[in-house]
């Protein structure tokens, strides 16, 4: 029997946390990562070389990574000490070392994939150095990805700075993929960069794979305050098209610890609310679960029951 095949959308962390999960299911992985970061360590080295944003693609290979705990924490050391390594990854030093030695990220990143020992595929969504542009409610454009995610005034969409060359093995994935799924994460800065290309988007709408979100935990201050599941779904909907989303999965569990109340308090953060009320005329089907751990004092996605879920779903669809 064939194993099942994936395609995963995100970045950095949302994206990372259900990979670690995922990936311990019988299930052939493809993990697309947007590279328009062009914050802290990723951002300096862009600034300096002209590469793609190397930092989503490397925490999204650890978490794939079938490594000890010293070779990990090898990998995410940073050199906080030092002047001239300013607080770089030795993991985003490795593949801006190997994108120097092979000449793209497409070359550069089995290398270190079989260093890592990974379990499935990372693609990048394209080689170029591309900066996300968000353009705000009342017409202003922000350029960069920390400047879209700290912009005080409302975005109503992102776009890049230039069009972009998409990765054609990332075409190829999603064309011969049994699911294909957004992941759990920014909306403006993680997801609907891998939307911005119409010829992408194309491509993902007439794919036979359904179309799976998995739905964040809690809002985004300035940029989903007061979301509930259904309106994740339409923000992805203004760049995929009305009705693709075939399936969510989405925390239905309450939050009400003294950590959820500091998320409010201190964050502006909110729990995204599951109001099955907006579903009536909807075709989507819902996976409604408690969805949610506490990992060093933070609220994630568990890994184990997502990933569980999502393999579930795979192999015997809708219930």
């Given at each position: 029997m064939?194993?099942?095949?994936?395609?995963?959308?995100?970045?950095?962390?949302?994206?990372?946390?259900?990979?670690?999960?995922?990936?311990?299911?019988?299930?052939?992985?493809?993990?697309?990562?947007?590279?328009?970061?062009?914050?802290?360590?990723t951002g300096r080295l862009r600034k300096e070389l002209n590469i793609p944003a190397v930092g989503d693609i490397t925490k999204v290979m650890l978490s794939m990574a079938n490594i000890d705990k010293d070779l990990k924490d090898l990998m995410d050391y940073r050199f906080v000490k030092s002047k001239s390594l300013g607080n770089h990854s030795v993991k985003n030093l490795l593949l801006t070392a190997l994108l120097d030695m092979k000449g793209s990220l497409d070359k550069a990143i089995p290398v270190l994939g079989e260093i890592l020992d990974l379990k499935g595929t990372v693609l990048p969504l394209t080689e170029d150095s591309v900066n996300l542009v968000g353009i705000t409610t009342d017409g202003k454009k922000v350029v960069g990805e920390e400047q879209v995610t700290k912009c005080a005034s409302k975005i109503d969409y992102v776009t890049y700075d230039r069009d972009i060359d998409v990765n054609p093995k990332v075409i190829d994935a999603v064309k011969s993929t049994d699911l294909i799924i957004f992941s759990s994460g920014s909306l403006l800065t993680s997801i609907t960069p891998h939307l911005i290309d119409k010829s992408l988007v194309r491509v993902i709408n007439e794919a036979k794979a359904d179309k799976m979100y998995i739905c964040n935990l809690f809002t985004q201050p300035g940029e989903t305050d007061d979301f509930t599941v259904k309106n994740h779904i339409d923000f992805l909907e203004k760049y995929l098209g009305k009705d693709t989303i075939d399936v969510v999965i989405a925390n239905n569990s309450i939050m009400s610890s003294k950590l959820a109340m500091k998320y409010a308090n201190e964050e502006q953060k909110d729990p995204v609310v599951l109001n099955m009320d907006e579903f009536i005329d909807s075709k989507i089907y819902i996976i409604?679960?408690?969805?949610?751990?506490?990992?060093?004092?933070?609220?994630?996605?568990?890994?184990?029951?997502?990933?569980?879920?999502?393999?579930?779903y795979l192999m015997d669809g809708q219930k």
């Open positions: 064939n194993m099942k095949k994936i395609v995963i959308f995100g970045g950095g962390s949302g994206l990372s946390q259900l990979l670690k999960g995922i990936k311990l299911f019988p299930v052939e992985i493809t993990a697309v990562v947007s590279v328009s970061d062009n914050g802290s360590s409604a679960d408690k969805l949610y751990i506490v990992e060093n004092g933070y609220y994630r996605h568990d890994s184990l029951k997502t990933g569980y879920l999502i393999f579930s």
